[in-house]
Nanobody
Framework: QVQLVESGGGLVQPGGSLRLSCVASGIIFSSNTMGWYRQAPGKQREFVAY???????NYTDSVKGRFTIFRDNAKSTVYLRMNSLKPEDTAVYHC????????????WGQGTQVTVSS
């Protein structure tokens, strides 16, 4: 059974930083493209970033230059380093395979709440 466990969120002031972690089990982690997604209150879940098995990265435009995704295959963990946080980054952050498919992807974990506020 696939399990995704996110952590590292919290309350941070605008301009602050956080590092999110997601530990995956039940999949061959090193072979999969992993992504981070987020869902703000009242909005649809959206793509944030992905990293391929070979280390290629892609980001949604609103986080480019501020967020960095990286992975540690030995720990089956994908990270999201978030700098220069803005109030509009406030959301519940989830990891999952990329691209996400309702038919083929694992179920969503509990996510980790990021709140950017002064």
């Amino acid at each position: 059974q696939v399990q995704l466990v996110e952590s590292g969120g919290g309350l941070v002031q605008p301009g602050g930083s956080l590092r999110l972690s997601c530990v995956a089990s039940g999949i061959i982690f090193s072979s999969n493209t992993m992504g981070w997604y987020r869902q703000a209150p009242g909005k649809q879940r959206e793509f944030v970033a992905y990293i391929t098995s070979g280390g290629r990265r892609n980001y949604t435009d609103s986080v480019k230059g501020r967020f960095t995704i990286f992975r540690d295959n030995a720990k089956s963990t994908v990270y999201l380093r978030m700098n220069s946080l803005k109030p509009e980054d406030t959301a519940v952050y989830h990891c999952n395979l990329w691209p996400y498919s309702d038919n083929y992807s694992p179920g969503w974990g509990q996510g980790t709440q990021v709140t950017v506020s002064s």
